[in-house]
């Protein structure tokens, strides 16, 4: 499984960014994909995720401000980051677990600023 992260950039504080997450394999194999992020202090935090039934699930920073979803017949799932702030600030990952493996995006580099 190949998972490639793209979408991030600069945005202003209150502005929106779209990331994508596309993989080599269906994602309906997939019982989950979840949004990582890496802080600029080291710290590697749980966004959101997203189960092959739909359900979602957000870290409570962001709730409300983003939104995952997945596009099944381009096998990505989507991350809508609305209303960003300057702890937003952080190289996103997304990552799933297939077959007791992990496997994770490259990342992506989100810089908001004031």
């Known amino acids: 499984v190949q998972l490639q992260a793209y979408g991030g950039g600069l945005a202003q504080a209150g502005g929106s960014l779209t990331l994508s997450c596309v993989s080599s394999?269906?994602?309906?194999?997939?019982?989950?994909v979840t949004w990582y992020r890496r802080t600029p202090g080291g710290e590697r935090e749980w966004v959101a995720r997203i189960h092959n039934n739909n359900i979602e699930s957000y870290a409570a920073s962001v709730n409300g401000r983003f939104r995952i979803t997945r596009d099944d017949a381009r096998n990505t799932v989507h991350l809508q980051m609305n209303n960003l702030k300057l702890e937003d600030t952080a190289v996103y990952y997304c990552?799933?677990?297939?077959?007791?493996?992990?496997?994770w995006g490259q990342g992506t580099q989100v810089t908001v600023s004031s």
């Open positions: 990552h799933t677990n297939v077959e007791r493996r992990n496997y």
């Open positions: 394999r269906n994602i309906l194999d997939f019982n989950a």
